[in-house]
């Protein structure tokens, strides 16, 4: 029995556990840190590595190989407080590979796949320098591999066996320019769409944001001005940010900002398929493995499945840099003869299972809430529940890996009610009233409600873009987007149970197989990983109700419960406030089953933790810190400052009778 851990090193961390080259638990690091898109680094403790041996049940010393997949630069003086102090691979003799991050990302489509053969396309922003890659990658570098990274590589992979066949360069590892009071420059593809996301809505992370926005606008800007090609590579230009000579975010311009997110969509869109088809003609192969964070973008996925020579294309859930800790841990099962059997991966739920005990435990933390398990009824309780207008927060099994919450963690609602969209943008998701929700539907269904480019197609990721039936837009119009499509996700009772017994109640009730699914978390928030996480959300946001496996919770004073309940200091922060220096620095060590994870406490919970002591009520603290004018007892922050100091653990809330 092979246990292999795969890690990616990188912003957006994960840990992948692999045994015999299955998967058998995998999770990124800010699901447990709730610090969104939380790195994992060499030179510190990753909570994503304890809870996968956890998970397992296994000690480091059980694993026959750690694989790292290092975005960025590595350097021999790195620390290795990870591998050396947590995984203890010296002590244990465990064999330890780097690979490439280019390489994680096309292993971690092969894991998933399928394929024995295919051809390989990874586009990111930025992967790793060229000299830190093996000979036959350094080999087939367009550039200078002493001192380019990767960010376009092309692969053919013929039984398993992987062949470079070419990467393109960012120059000296500068995939985005520096702010100078206009819109950045840029040296890669993911670098073109992350600037015009800063631009836009000030976050180089938001390139969801920009699709979601860009069948708003026209694509009045043309490609030329985005880039060029010569000799076959890519030359990036400047000439966008003249244009953008201020940084007023969205929705001020908001028309501008439209049309250039439609040009940004307009060029990427002309760029893939130059590489797509430079890519068929080299390797003349029919299937296509596609991952990087530009595989994310659903608009031009749909027109690969539509428009190229390639008969299938495989894109992960997890395309971006959380894949690759399958990716670190599927290599490393390759080179112990581990592989897995040739069959597609059509789940991403690999985070581990919490069960009724887990749940009625997080219960008890939460104040405000009642709950009741129904069994086998939960189903039509709750699709009768969200027929009558309810919001439902949706929490199974294990938590899925990437970006897409795919019925594992979602919140759901009815897709028939025009006006769902505009409540959960406005007071769930918090986030701006043009982004567009996506339908999950009993794949059964499909052509009923979409036109797709063939029968019996899949979207199991949401990774498409499909139309919606002119005759069933108006049946659905919180997922239909401004352009008459929507970004579906399929269900299939053998992949997503669950949610297939729920949506199947739902069509039941109302003839409709379709509920809109969205990922269980707010805007700025990693989508929730724990029944602590799930209840504290759905505590604080405009949700109506919430379901833990066949448990369903209910609010019975919500908000105001923290009120009236008696806040006590939590054993951590109370050893930090024993040292005298936590109410200066703000910073305490709160422990998870996972490890210690440093928190920060809110700037102004210092007056209300010096009178926390388990007898006084949250309303009783802020009298006491009213009076000596340090809040108003209306303050509407005052909740979510108890919240956010429950969550994190500063806390814990007594009630009457507990």
């Known amino acids: 029995m092979a246990w292999v851990l795969g890690i990616s090193v990188s912003h957006n961390g994960a840990a992948c556990l692999m045994r015999d080259g299955e998967i058998v638990v995998a999770v990124q690091e800010e699901r447990l ?179 979601g926005l860009a069948p708003m606008g026209r694509a009045t800007i043309p490609v030329e001005q985005f880039f060029k090609i010569e000799d076959e590579q890519f030359v990036y230009l400047d000439k966008i940010a003249s244009r953008f000579r201020h940084q007023d975010r969205w929705p001020y311009h908001a028309r501008a900002y439209a049309n250039l997110a439609a040009s940004v969509q307009a060029a990427l869109e002309v760029a893939i ?67 897995r059997k040739s069959r597609v991966i059509a789940t991403d739920g690999f985070g581990r299972h919490y069960f009724r005990s887990a749940i009625a435990t997080a219960v008890r933390a ?47 609602a009815d897709p028939r009610n025009k006006e769902i ?33 063939k029968p019996g197609e899949e979207s199991n990721f949401m990774l498409r873009i499909w139309p919606v039936r002119p005759e069933r837009r108006e049946q659905v119009p919180a997922i239909v987007h401004a352009d008459g499509t929507a970004r579906p996700q399929t269900v299939s009772s053998s992949e997503a149970s669950e949610l297939h017994s729920l949506i199947s109640a739902f069509y039941e009730l109302t003839g409709v197989p379709i509920l809109v699914n969205t990922s269980f978390n707010i805007n700025g928030e990693p989508i929730v990983e724990t029944p602590e996480d799930a209840l504290w959300c759905f505590l604080m946001t405009d949700l109506d109700f919430c379901v833990l496996g066949d448990i369903m919770v209910d609010k019975v004073d919500g908000r105001a419960a923290i009120l009236s309940s008696r806040p006590r200091i939590t054993p951590e922060l109370g050893d930090a406030l024993q040292t005298g220096d936590v109410l200066t620095s703000l910073n305490f060590h709160s422990k998870t089953e996972w490890g210690s994870q440093l928190r920060t406490l809110p700037g102004g919970a210092r007056p209300f933790l010096r009178h926390v002591d388990g007898r006084r009520t949250v309303a009783e603290i802020a009298g006491i810190c009213a009076n000596d004018g340090l809040v108003s007892l209306e303050d509407p922050n005052l909740i979510e400052l108890f919240a956010a100091l429950g969550r994190m653990r500063a806390v814990e809330f007594l009630r009457e009778g507990l």
């Open 421 to 453: 969209k505009d409540r959960l943008n406005r007071k769930v998701k918090h986030r701006e009233q043009f982004r567009p929700f996506a339908p999950a539907i009993l794949r059964e269904h499909v052509s009923e409600w979409f036109e797709t480019a």
């Open 366 to 412: 939460v104040p405000g809430i009642s709950a009741r398990c129904f069994g086998v009824d939960i189903f039509k309780l709750s699709a009768e529940r969200i027929r009558q207008g309810e919001i439902c927060g949706w929490f199974q099994k294990g938590a899925e890996l990437g970006p897409r919450a795919l019925g594992n963690r979602s919140i759901l």
């Open 33 to 211: 840190s709730r610090q969104k898109r939380d790195l994992i680094a060499l030179s510190r403790r990753s909570l994503a590595v304890d809870y996968c041996l956890g998970t397992a049940g296994i000690s480091p010393a059980q694993l026959a190989m750690v694989v790292v997949c290092c975005q960025g630069e590595r350097t021999n003086n790195t620390p290795h407080v990870l591998l050396e102090e947590q995984l203890a691979i010296s002590a244990h003799a465990t064999p330890f590979k780097i690979i490439g991050h280019h390489m994680g990302h096309l292993m971690s489509a092969l894991a998933l796949s399928g394929y024995q053969s295919c051809a390989g396309l990874v586009i990111d922003g930025m992967g790793s320098p060229i000299r830190c890659l093996p000979r036959d990658e350094r080999a087939v570098c367009r550039g200078d591999p002493a001192k380019d990274w990767e960010c376009i590589s092309l692969y053919e992979v013929i039984d398993e066996r992987v062949r470079p066949l070419e990467k393109m360069v960012a120059c000296n590892g500068h995939w985005i320019g520096t702010p100078r009071g206009k819109m950045r420059s840029y040296a890669s593809l993911g670098g073109m769409y992350a600037s015009v996301a800063e631009q836009a809505f000030g976050d180089l992370s938001k390139a969801g944001h920009v699709m």
């Open 273 to 339: 398929f130059h590489l797509v088809n430079r890519l068929s003609n080299q390797t003349r192969s029919h299937r296509l493995c596609f991952s990087g964070g530009v595989a994310l973008n659903a608009i031009m996925n749909e027109r690969l499945h539509r428009e190229t020579l390639f008969e299938e294309i495989f894109i992960p859930a997890a395309a971006e840099d959380s894949g690759p800790a399958i990716g670190a841990a599927y290599w490393g099962c390759r080179r112990l003869n581990a592989r």
